[in-house]
């Protein structure tokens, strides 16, 4: 009997230990998820990206201004060189969840391991292993440069959809608050997230004028520009805004079509650009595996060092001049 007791009286506890255990692991999960979420993670995006103004204004300074980095002493440093802010708002239309700090130690991590490599490893001099360092360096800027184009690029695409809902929640009677809403509700992003924090901006007490001049300043395009400056004009001055934003819109598409066929008609130049510039890397990869000997003195003799040194100095001249040659604005 007393067994029997003590065997229950054990299964009991065992029981409340593992409901216990079960409790609290449910306790930090709640307490995980309420901070580090993704719904905490989207709140948290959508304030770090609220302060992409250039207004000093009391009422902007209502909104939170966004970290230039997680270290306090970085931050510290950070706020005070003048390029730092330039930085940040390219991250920012990158849509990449950087900080300067971690795109500054990037490119100082990239400019060490090109420095090592041409010095430590290829033994050349200091020089040029400066010289590559800085070329390195700017690998992650580059990133940023190109993940911000694509970007806007794709921004550029969307606005005319995005003219085109305003314009019927116009005509729907709704008001233009709510239809630049009806953007962040609806379309897919960027635009969405971007026009999201305008309606965040309105309903935190900016006015519609400084929250559309806060857009522009974080999208740097023409057409969206011409978008804030007739809605402005609009209201200082009335006038149709649904037949001013149906114009506007019908001319994005218009501008679009027209780019779309120079693309078109340059792309036989684009593509001789790429074949000459891959073309000399092509033929001294087939050299190398059929004569390596032959190929040997341009890395081995003093000579043929000094040949790429310039080769490669030269084509990257040539690079850039084809790429100018070959991009027409529209």
Avoid at 86 to 102: K, P
Avoid at 249 to 260: A, D
Wanted: with cysteine.
């Amino acid at each position: 009997m007393l067994k029997n007791i003590e065997g229950n009286a054990f299964l009991i506890v065992a029981v409340l230990v593992f409901v216990a255990v079960l409790l609290l692991l449910e306790g930090l999960y709640l307490l995980w998820r309420n901070y580090k979420g993704p719904e905490a993670k989207k709140i948290e995006k959508r304030l770090r990206t609220l302060s992409a103004s250039v207004d000093t204004s009391a009422q902007a300074q209502l909104l939170k201004q966004r970290m230039l980095s997680d270290v306090p002493f970085l931050e510290r440093l950070l706020l005070n060189i003048p390029r730092a802010h330039s930085l940040d708002r390219l991250i920012l239309q990158a849509g990449l969840e950087w900080t300067v700090s971690t795109l500054l130690l990037c490119g100082a991590g990239f400019g060490l391991a090109g420095f090592l490599l041409i010095v430590g490893f290829l033994h050349e001099t200091p020089l040029l292993g400066m010289g590559v360092a800085g070329l390195f360096a700017c690998v992650p800027l580059l990133y940023v440069l190109f993940q911000r184009s694509r970007r806007l690029a794709r921004l550029e695409q969307q606005l005319p959809e995005a003219l085109d809902l305003v314009v019927r929640a116009l005509r729907a009677g709704h008001s233009f608050p709510t239809g630049l809403q009806m953007i962040g509700d609806e379309m897919a992003e960027p635009i969405a997230n971007e026009f999201r924090i305008v309606a965040d901006e309105v309903n935190f007490g900016v006015s519609l004028q400084q929250a559309l001049t806060n857009l522009s300043e974080r999208i740097p395009l023409t057409d969206l520009r011409y978008f804030v400056v007739a809605v402005l004009i609009q209201r200082d001055s009335g006038g149709n805004l649904t037949e001013v934003l149906s114009n506007l819109s019908r001319l994005i598409r218009e501008r679009l079509k027209l780019l779309m066929k120079v693309r078109v008609l340059s792309s036989e130049g684009r593509l001789s650009a790429w074949i000459l510039v891959a073309m000399p890397f092509g033929l001294a990869a087939l050299m190398n595996v059929f004569n390596p000997q032959f190929m040997s003195l341009l890395w081995k003799d003093p000579i043929g060092i000094t040949i790429i040194k310039y080769m490669l100095s030269l084509m990257a001249v040539g690079v850039l001049i084809m790429r100018k040659i070959v991009r027409i604005r529209v």
